[in-house]
């Protein structure tokens, strides 16, 4: 697919089919988000798997019941791993770095879902320390996203969006 196409027709995603995301199409996901540029090309992220029912039902409950976790057959949880941007970055690692490694990382792979004919949507709205238990995320890294995978159940609505004259301001 196109690129510009594939930014076109990517949309949220908030219901999804029982269809499993075949395991060649989320390697390709996974290798396009190991691609991702990150600060001190350090890879301040790492990228949890979640497949199994339970533990996307359980999803749902931690992110105050976006039903949809548990519908698509794969999610992704992209942690920030702030020691990993320590090494080079001190506090500003800690802080900002390894967070913005993780969503560059989620938006390359959101990308690569939808160029293989995969539908996502981007969650941000749970509870931490609840997604790190159900995905056995160690305590030194954060869940900054969630990433459910899978083909698209219905058609939904795009919303539109800012138009550019208020968008972008010269400096």
């Given at each position: 697919m196109d690129f510009f196409k594939t930014v076109e027709d990517r949309h949220s995603m908030r219901k999804y089919v029982e269809t499993p995301v075949e395991d060649e199409k989320l390697q390709?996901?996974?290798?396009?988000?190991?691609?991702?540029?990150?600060?001190?090309?350090?890879?301040g992220y790492e990228i949890y798997v979640v497949r199994k029912l339970e533990q996307r039902q359980a999803l749902v409950k931690a992110s105050w019941d976006q039903d949809f976790l548990a519908e698509a057959p794969v999610v992704l949880i992209f942690c920030a791993n702030p020691a990993r941007s320590a090494e080079r970055y001190n506090e500003r690692g800690i802080e900002l770095y390894c967070i913005q490694d993780a969503t560059?990382?989620?938006?390359?792979?959101?990308?690569a879902a939808k160029a293989q004919g995969l539908d996502t949507v981007w969650v941000g709205a749970f509870n931490e320390a609840a997604v790190s238990e159900i995905a056995h995320i160690p305590s030194d890294l954060r869940p900054v996203v969630m990433l459910p995978i899978g083909y698209a159940g219905k058609a939904s609505s795009v919303r539109p969006r800012?138009?550019?004259r208020d968008l972008v301001h010269e400096a």
């Open positions: 390709k996901i996974l290798e396009t988000a190991n691609k991702a540029p990150s600060a001190g090309n350090l890879q560059i990382a989620c938006a390359f792979a959101m990308l800012r138009e550019l």
